[in-house]
């Protein structure tokens, strides 16, 4: 199988690139170097791949590099809450834009497949039962209400507390950031091209990814990173809210792993979105203090508060992948947290401004 994998020297795009290898598959490896994710320089990790420096957005690059090629991969874009709204463009322009001019040059090369990196960001906040009202949609949370220390979303009807649920890929999406409505126009853009060109594409709903090679010391990071990031310097890991906020962190492997699982299995539909996840949800205190006692590091403080855009549990369903692609999460919490104390992480970015 050849396969154009975009962000192939990425924190996911280059655990891809090396596994499709493995398995004796042919990479075409695509990346920008952004900046802000990569210091402008090539990780040493990457360089065996023959990465090509280039930009999605090009479509003359994307031509000459779809030649022959099967299959996409396409996981190159801007990721995280971002610095403030002026980010707005950028997201557009990388994941949007970016994901359209792909998306004609699959059409003019004949291409039928693509694997799209999408995000758990696409749900907003979880799914929730309320006892007397069923699952409902969560009333937004208010600043008062974070402020006072009450952080679980009640129910709009009767404003009682909520059980958080798992969460299904038909669950509502509601995006609470650029970069979560981003990820979610491209899932718009590849449905629309598949429906119109016969075409097919799984969306890959990450949930939180971690593992050797995460971005460290960025805005852009993800939490994992951010607690280890302040482990060793010596300081006490900050926790947001108050640490009870659950997650499913999921290691890197297997989503490299649910990659090749997707590009190797015709999805049934046009577009199949498909949780990623480990199918273990633990809660963000869980993971700082793990992460510390791995570290042998201060104890995490938690400080309350929340930033924009943040949700109070996202935990997914995983069944579908499971019967859908045969992907089941290999590494758990506890071995994967204690690893990362010690993986390699990429060097420190460099932001643009």
């Excluded at 010596?234 to 809210?241: C, I, Q, W």
């Excluded at 108050?242 to 890197?252: A, E, P, S, T």
Aim: charged share 20%.
């Amino acid at each position: 199988m050849r396969v154009l994998l975009t962000g192939a020297a990425g924190f996911i795009g280059s655990q891809i690139a090396d596994l499709l290898v493995t398995e004796g598959h042919e990479v075409v490896a695509l990346d920008l170097l952004l900046p802000q994710a990569h210091g402008g320089e090539l990780p040493d990790w990457s360089r065996p791949h023959g990465v090509i420096r280039g930009d999605v957005r090009d479509a003359a690059v994307l031509d000459e590099l779809l030649a022959g090629v099967d299959v996409v991969c396409h996981q190159a874009a801007m990721v995280g809450h971002g610095l403030d709204p002026s980010d707005a463009p950028d997201y557009a322009s990388h994941n949007d834009f970016g994901t359209a001019v792909l998306l004609a040059a699959m059409h003019r090369a004949g291409v039928g497949r693509l694997v799209l990196a999408s995000s758990m960001v696409v749900y907003g906040e979880g799914r929730y039962a309320c006892a007397q009202h069923d699952v409902v949609r969560p009333s937004p949370r208010r600043d008062v209400d974070i402020a006072a220390g009450r952080y679980d979303p009640t129910c709009p009807v009767c404003r009682r507390p909520l059980t958080p649920l798992l969460v299904p890929e038909d669950a509502p999406l509601e995006p609470r950031s650029t970069y979560a409505a981003s990820k979610l126009a491209q899932e718009h853009l590849a449905g629309a091209w598949a429906r119109q060109t016969g075409g097919d594409v799984w969306a890959l709903r990450y949930h939180n990814v971690y593992g050797p090679r995460m971005p460290r010391d960025t805005p852009y990071a993800g939490v994992a990173s951010i607690f280890r990031s302040a482990l060793a310097t010596g300081s006490r890991p900050r926790v947001l809210e108050d640490g009870r906020q659950r997650r499913d962190f999921v290691h890197v492997s297997d989503v490299a792993r649910a990659n090749l699982l997707a590009l190797a299995t015709p999805p049934p539909d046009a577009l199949v979105p498909v949780n990623i996840c480990s199918g273990e949800p633990h809660t963000v205190g869980e993971l700082a203090t793990t992460l510390a006692t791995a570290m042998d590091g201060p104890t995490p403080v938690v400080v309350g508060g929340a930033r924009t855009a943040d949700v109070r549990h996202v935990v997914a369903d995983p069944r579908r992948a499971t019967e859908l692609l045969g992907y089941t999460a290999r590494v758990r919490f506890t071995d994967g947290i204690a690893a990362f104390a010690t993986d390699p992480l990429r060097e420190p970015a460099t932001l643009a401004g």
